[in-house]
């Protein structure tokens, strides 16, 4: 029985973290994201009209850091390299503060983000509406 709880812990210390977001919500808390992102689909449909300061955010969940069409800063893609990938938690633990974001994941004290935007709260709420608007696997 102890072996058994062991790797019951094991096992779910292991599973990905999942942001516990409300698509919805987040829908109406991206409109603090649209001066600077769009949401545009690979055919070319306007999901969201917006900014183009930022990266189109179609498919960033799922999608390697720093690799879309989009002229990224340095420390961003070396995140990338490095196997980062977005998924709900981290782009909303992102979102909240991309600086020291992309300090804690590169364990580098000068790393920098271009986003200098910082989405106080509801950045679970807007990975989830990203993630309902992406392409569905």
């Known amino acids: 029985m102890t072996r058994t709880f062991a790797a019951l812990i094991a096992i779910s210390f292991a599973a990905p973290a999942f942001a ?3 698509a919805a ?3 109406k808390a991206f409109s603090k994201c649209k001066s600077c992102h769009m949401i545009v689909a690979d055919d070319g449909t306007e999901i969201v009209k917006g900014g183009k300061t930022g990266p189109n955010l179609y498919g960033v969940i799922g999608r390697t850091a720093g690799t879309a069409d989009f002229k990224y800063g340095k ?3 070396a995140a990338g390299e490095a196997g980062l990938t977005w998924d709900e938690a981290n782009l909303a633990e992102y979102v ?4 020291a974001f992309l300090r ?3 364990d580098d004290s000068k ?3 271009r986003m200098s935007f910082k989405l106080k709260k509801g950045g679970e709420d807007v990975a989830a ?3 309902s608007v992406g392409p569905q696997s």
């Open 104 to 106: 804690t994941t590169l």
């Open 111 to 113: 790393a920098k983000s």
């Open 129 to 131: 509406y990203l993630a």
């Open 25 to 27: 919500a987040g829908e």
């Open 96 to 99: 909240a503060d991309p600086r």
């Open 20 to 22: 516990e977001g409300d």
């Open 75 to 77: 420390d961003l893609v």
